[in-house]
């Protein structure tokens, strides 16, 4: 199968605050059509699966302002443009934890919206935990939890957690552990 090929030929970004971008471009299609598209561009980030000696997992639950609610959700954040997946990943998981890996193990990789962003998560299994504390920013506030795979499993069938990168995270753990 011969893959058509659209064309960007022009980008205009309408709203730019710190890593984020709104740009809209404008594409060729390969029939000749012009077309209008809003993408959000992001530098990518990271998840983060923190798993205790016992063997069982961290969450945090945190307010998320565009649903206007708390969710519990796998340590997550963005990557300073300076950084390494892996060094966000070991930041984000003192600034929201308070730990640090003995062990990051890089897991998979996904795009949440391919449809508006080109955002990229990449997700770390992070185990062999120890105490360490960097500054958190000016909008986290979490609580922590540690939870067993299986009450996970059953916050997630009760509606408790709807988080996709959280949802992905866990169905990747059920899996390994069922091989």
């Known amino acids: 199968m011969v893959k058509k090929q659209y064309k960007v030929f022009q980008k205009k970004v309408i709203f730019s605050k710190g890593p984020i971008r709104l740009v809209d471009c404008k594409v060729r299609t390969p029939e000749g059509k012009t077309l209008s598209r809003q993408v959000l561009e992001h530098p990518g980030c990271v998840v983060i699966m923190p798993r205790t000696e016992d063997g069982k997992y961290i969450l945090v ?3 998320r302002f565009p649903l206007e609610t708390y969710l519990w959700e796998f340590p997550a954040g963005g990557r300073e443009l ?3 997946f892996p060094h966000a990943a070991k930041r ?3 600034e929201e ?6 062990v990051l193990k890089k897991i998979l990789e996904f795009y949440p919206t391919p ?3 080109g955002e990229k998560m990449h997700v770390f299994l992070a185990s062999k935990l120890s105490l360490a ?3 958190k920013d000016d909008d986290e506030d979490f609580e922590l939890g540690v939870f ?4 996970i499993g059953h916050m997630i069938r009760l509606g408790k957690i709807v988080d996709g990168k959280t949802l992905i995270g866990y169905f990747y753990l059920k899996n390994q552990e069922n091989q």
């Open 61 to 63: 639950r945190q307010y």
């Open 82 to 84: 300076s950084e390494t």
């Open 92 to 94: 984000e998981l003192m």
């Open 97 to 102: 934890v308070g730990m640090k890996p003995g």
């Open 115 to 117: 449809g508006v962003s």
């Open 133 to 135: 504390v960097a500054p």
């Open 148 to 151: 067993s795979l299986r009450e």
